[in-house]
């Protein structure tokens, strides 16, 4: 008898966490973030990039942006850090600022951080 309910109260607690898993998918598919709310990272036109490049983000309204490079974890190069206005905006940089490597790029604001990678071949 005692194995009986030890079995039905396991049966119980994995029915109850597939149902919680369930709604949890439910939830995240229905759109719960807000992308309206986010600046939008393009990713670079020309990979290995060599030479110019054009970093592009289009800001949904007026938000502080800092635009890092990083090798790794580590920042080795911040192309900006102020306020942008709403709509599309372009950071140019020259690629023989940095050696030849993969790096990843991208922005923060108060609410998220997007990278990109990126190679440079000079």
Known sequence: MEMLIEFLVATLVILIAIIAYRFLLRYL?????????????????I?????????????PKTIHVTFHIWKADEVVLQLTDKEYEQGGHLLKFQTSE?????YYFGIETSKQKTQKRFTIQN
Do not use: I, R, W
């Open 29 to 45: 598919s229905k759109g719960g973030v807000d992308q309206a709310l986010y600046c939008e990272l393009y990713s670079l036109d």
């Open 98 to 102: 940095l050696p030849n490597g993969t």
């Open 47 to 59: 990979e290995p990039a060599s030479g110019e490049v054009s970093f592009y983000f289009v800001c």
